[in-house]
T-cell receptor, first 116, second 111 residues
Framework: GAVVSQHPSWVICKSGTSVKIECRSLDFQATTMFWYRQFPKQSLMLMATSNEGSKATYEQGVEKDKFLINHASLTLSTLTVTSAHPEDSSFYIC????????????FGQGTRLTVV | GESVGLHLPTLSVQEGDNSIINCAYSNSASDYFIWYKQESGKGPQFIIDIRSNMDKRQGQRVTVLLNKTVKHLSLQIAATQPGDSAVYFCAENENFNKFYFGSGTKLNVKP
């Protein structure tokens, strides 16, 4: 199956700093990537939809200035958590659609962010 | 977003038994559904999908049933193995748009 790679897998940062998470589709082109957030023992909550070459669409309640999303190419989307606080600590997961198949969404392995 | 929920948060089964995981969804316009498996610390892994023009689809050891009348989805795992232990999520999708996930069911397989 198609591969989506996230980097880093785990990051610890100080409160007030910014953290960038990368999501890459390795063997297919993805016009659309999705960013999810998952708290322990909870489901995945969609944060935003990232479209290549255009602004991301954020879900209700998600601060766009807090979670900056850039999708500059068909294989890379980035999520930057700005001025991180301990409550931003979470598991962040991206997924990407194969534009050829346009159905199944492939998921990255996730990034665990801990803000101290 | 749409509400997708699960009836059972935790399911324990004996190795070799069949497992049934249920999911209710609220968007009657959803036309595509996927079951995902998530192991601890990892991203979701695709198991099986089904479109709204079908009511049943079978995989290798898994079967997904869709009842659009009551907006209910189920995942059946035959001959459950210890490696099946994980959290299972259903996700719904409308017109190739965003996927929304249910709350998840943790499956414990006892040897």
């Amino acid at each position: 199956g198609a591969v989506v790679s996230q980097h880093p897998s785990w990051v610890i940062c100080k409160s007030g700093t910014s953290v960038k998470i990368e999501c890459r589709s390795l063997d297919f082109q993805a016009t659309t990537m999705f960013w999810y957030r998952q708290f322990p023992k909870q489901s995945l909550m969609l944060m935003a939809t990232s479209n290549e070459g255009s602004k991301a669409t954020y879900e209700q309640g998600v601060e766009k200035d807090k979670f900056l999303i850039n999708h500059a190419s068909l294989t890379l989307s980035t999520l930057t958590v700005t001025s991180a606080h301990p409550e931003d600590s979470s598991f962040y997961i991206c997924s990407a659609r194969d534009i050829v198949r346009n159905t199944e969404a492939f998921f990255g392995q996730g990034t665990r962010l801990t803000v101290v | 977003g749409e509400s997708v929920g699960l009836h059972l948060p935790t399911l324990s089964v004996q190795e070799g038994d069949n497992s049934i995981i249920n999911c209710a969804y609220s968007n009657s316009a959803s036309d595509y559904f996927i079951w995902y498996k998530q192991e601890s610390g990892k991203g979701p892994q695709f198991i099986i999908d089904i479109r709204s023009n079908m009511d049943k689809r079978q995989g290798q050891r898994v079967t997904v049933l869709l009842n659009k009348t009551v907006k209910h989805l189920s995942l059946q795992i035959a001959a459950t193995q210890p490696g099946d232990s994980a959290v299972y999520f259903c996700a719904e999708n409308e017109n190739f748009n965003k996927f929304y996930f249910g709350s998840g069911t943790k499956l414990n397989v006892k040897p």
